[in-house]
């Protein structure tokens, strides 16, 4: 079993939509949760973190259930710019030892 | 300020042969970590560097090796290359300290194996 899994997706949605992702963590050291966004044949860049209360940025909302160890994703109001893969991503060790894991990736395809 | 820089950004390799990737920090980044995206894949963690050693490795074989220099740079090696290396090698550069922190990435080096 993978320590990040995700739906590898597409979602193909139209403009406007509500999508949402989830992910799932098997270890439960983990530490810290991010959402990185990554583009066709670039790098990873961190969309946002995930915090226990839920946080909200703009349109994107994400949330942290660390009973469950799951992490979720929601966008609204979906735009073509969103179209990308959504990667889960957990942290865990100690100072200099830290790593993160990342999911497979969930892509999103926004269409007109 | 420069983000993460890694360098060459592309690379073909025939099998058997070595390869060295190398990747600047970000300024005030003391941590390297190199990952592998293989094609449709999340990236997996390589190993990570820091204070010029090598502190957690991830299920790769002694065929990967890596340094870090005192200006906090860091390379990685890949001798007896496989088909199967083929694949984005990203660097990330992260600053150790109290709170977890976020961890930037470079644009990473495409390597062929062929």
């Known amino acids: 079993r993978k320590e990040v899994e995700q739906d590898p997706g597409p979602f193909n949605v139209p403009e406007g939509a509500t999508v949402a992702f989830n992910c799932t963590y098997s270890?439960?050291?983990?530490?810290?949760f991010f959402w990185y966004r990554q583009d066709c044949r670039k790098e990873p860049k961190l969309l946002m973190s995930?915090?226990?209360s839920g946080n909200e940025d703009g349109r994107f909302t994400a949330q942290l259930n660390r009973a469950s160890q799951y992490i979720s994703l929601l966008i609204r109001d979906s735009k073509l710019s969103d179209s990308a893969t959504y990667l889960c991503?957990?942290?865990?060790?100690?100072?200099?030892?830290?790593?993160?894991?990342f999911g497979s990736g969930t892509r999103l395809q926004v269409q007109p | 300020d420069a983000g993460v820089t890694q360098s060459p950004t592309h690379l073909i390799k025939t099998r058997g042969q070595q390869v060295t990737l190398r990747c600047s920090p970000k300024s005030g980044h003391d941590t390297v970590s190199w990952y592998q995206q293989a094609l449709g894949q999340g990236p997996q963690f390589i190993f990570q560097?820091?204070?010029?050693?090598?502190?957690q490795r991830g299920n790769f074989p002694d065929r990967f090796s890596g340094h870090q220099f005192p200006n906090y740079s860091s390379e990685l090696n890949v001798n007896a290359l496989l088909l199967g290396d083929s694949a984005l090698y990203l660097c990330a550069s992260s600053q150790t300290g109290g709170a977890p922190t976020e961890a930037f990435f470079g644009q990473g080096t495409r390597l062929t194996v062929v």
């Open positions: 991503v957990v942290l865990r060790g100690d100072t200099g030892r830290r790593a993160l894991t």
């Open positions: 270890n439960s050291a983990s530490q810290s």
């Open positions: 560097y820091y204070e010029e050693e090598e502190r």
């Open positions: 995930v915090y226990s």
